[in-house]
T-cell receptor, first 115, second 113 residues
C-alpha cells in the first residue's frame, strides 16, 4: 500500500519570496512521484514528475522538486513565487507500469501568494 | 487543454436518482481512471479501465459502476444517490506509447439535493 502526507494544509507567502511545499510518502515498492496543481474551478495539471535518474526534477512554471529516498520525501520548491501561483498543489505517487494514472494523492496544500 | 473531455460539466440531481458521467480520453490513450474529489475525503481513486477491461479498483461504492467502450470512451454510473455523493468527479487517461503521466479532464461537479 502507498500513502502520501502533505505536511502543510495551507502556505501563505508574499510575492517574489521562495516557497517549499512538503511531501512525504510511504510505499513497499518502487514509486513514481508527481506534483499536480489545481487552479480554482479547473482540473489537475502536471507540474513535474520523478520516474528515475537525477533526484532533482525541474517542472513547468519555474517549479522544481527533489526526491530523497532515505527521507521518503519529494518536496516542491520555487525560488520566487508570483500571484498567479496561488492554487492548490497535490503530491501523488503511483506504481507505474500501465497504471501511471492510478495515483494516491496527498490531502493538498493551498498556496496563497500575497502582493 | 489536456485533451480529456468530460461531460456534463455540472449536474444537479435529487437523492435516490441515477446519473451517468462521460469521459473521452486523449486520442489513443488506452487507460481511463476515475477519481472523486470531496472536501472530507480529498482526491480518491475510484476505478481504472484498460482497453475495455477493468484493471484496478479503489474506494468505489457498490452503487457506482463504470465501463469502457470499444471506442475507449468511459462512463461512470452513480445510482441511489445520496447527499454525500456530491463531489467533483475527474476522469484521467494515460498509456499511449511512452506516456508516463495521467492527463486529467476538467471534471464534472455533481450536486445531490
Amino acid at each position: 500500500a502507498q500513502s502520501v502526507t502533505q505536511l502543510d494544509s495551507q502556505v501563505p507567502v508574499f510575492e517574489e519570496a521562495p516557497v517549499e511545499l512538503r511531501c512525504n510518502y510511504s510505499s513497499s515498492v518502487s514509486v513514481y512521484l508527481f506534483w499536480y496543481v489545481q487552479y480554482p474551478n479547473q482540473g489537475l495539471q502536471l507540474l513535474l514528475k520523478y520516474l528515475s535518474g537525477s533526484t532533482l526534477v525541474k517542472g513547468i512554471n519555474g517549479f522544481e522538486a527533489e526526491f530523497n529516498k532515505s527521507q521518503t520525501s519529494f518536496h516542491l520548491r520555487k525560488p520566487s513565487v508570483h500571484i498567479s501561483d496561488t492554487a492548490e498543489y497535490f503530491c501523488a505517487v503511483s506504481a507505474g507500469g500501465t497504471s501511471y494514472g492510478k495515483l494516491t494523492f496527498g490531502q493538498g496544500t493551498i498556496l496563497t501568494v500575497h502582493p | 487543454d489536456s485533451g480529456v473531455t468530460q461531460t456534463p460539466k455540472h449536474l444537479i440531481t435529487a437523492t435516490g436518482q441515477r446519473v451517468t458521467l462521460r469521459c473521452s480520453p486523449r486520442s489513443g490513450d488506452l487507460s481511463v481512471y476515475w477519481y472523486q474529489q470531496s472536501l472530507d475525503q480529498g482526491l480518491q481513486f475510484l476505478i481504472q479501465y484498460y482497453n475495455g477491461e477493468e484493471r484496478a479498483k479503489g474506494n468505489i461504492l457498490e452503487r457506482f459502476s463504470a465501463q469502457q467502450f470499444p471506442d475507449l470512451h468511459s462512463e461512470l454510473n452513480l445510482s441511489s444517490l445520496e447527499l454525500g455523493d456530491s463531489a467533483l468527479y475527474f476522469c484521467a487517461s494515460s498509456v499511449k506509447g511512452t506516456n508516463t503521466e495521467a492527463f486529467f479532464g476538467q471534471g464534472t461537479r455533481l450536486t445531490v439535493v
